[in-house]
């Protein structure tokens, strides 16, 4: 399994970014895949998930802002962030867990939301 996230980059309170996770070893109709954040000094905290079943589910704090879609085709998942804040500012990763067992990451790509 190999997840390759990007996208992030530098935005203004108020605007919006697409993160990208593109996915190897993983059938996005098997596999939940998520997105977690980790702001400096504080734990990693999920973000929001992709179900195997094609539902999603979001943390509260990103409820109505963030959407999670995916692609098959492309065996991407997105992460579509609007309205953002500078409590939004992390790295965030793509994660998946197939076999219950072991722990995927993709290398994180850093989004700094400025005041």
């Known amino acids: 399994v190999q997840l390759q996230a990007s996208g992030g980059g530098l935005v203004q309170a108020g605007g919006s970014l697409r993160l990208s996770c593109t996915a190897s070893?993983?059938?996005?109709?098997?596999?939940?895949v998520d997105w977690y954040r980790q702001a400096p000094g504080k734990q990693r905290e999920l973000v929001g998930r992709?179900?195997?079943?094609?539902?999603?589910n979001y943390a509260d704090s990103v409820k109505g802002r963030f959407t999670i879609s995916r692609d098959y085709a492309k065996k991407t998942l997105y992460l579509q962030m609007n309205s953002l804040k500078p409590e939004d500012t992390a790295v965030y990763y793509c994660?998946?867990?197939?076999?219950?067992?072991?722990?995927?990451w993709g290398q994180g790509t850093l989004v700094t939301v400025s005041s």
């Open positions: 994660h998946a867990n197939p076999s219950g067992l072991r722990d995927f």
């Open positions: 070893g993983i059938i996005f109709s098997v596999n939940a």
């Open positions: 992709f179900t195997s079943g094609g539902s999603t």
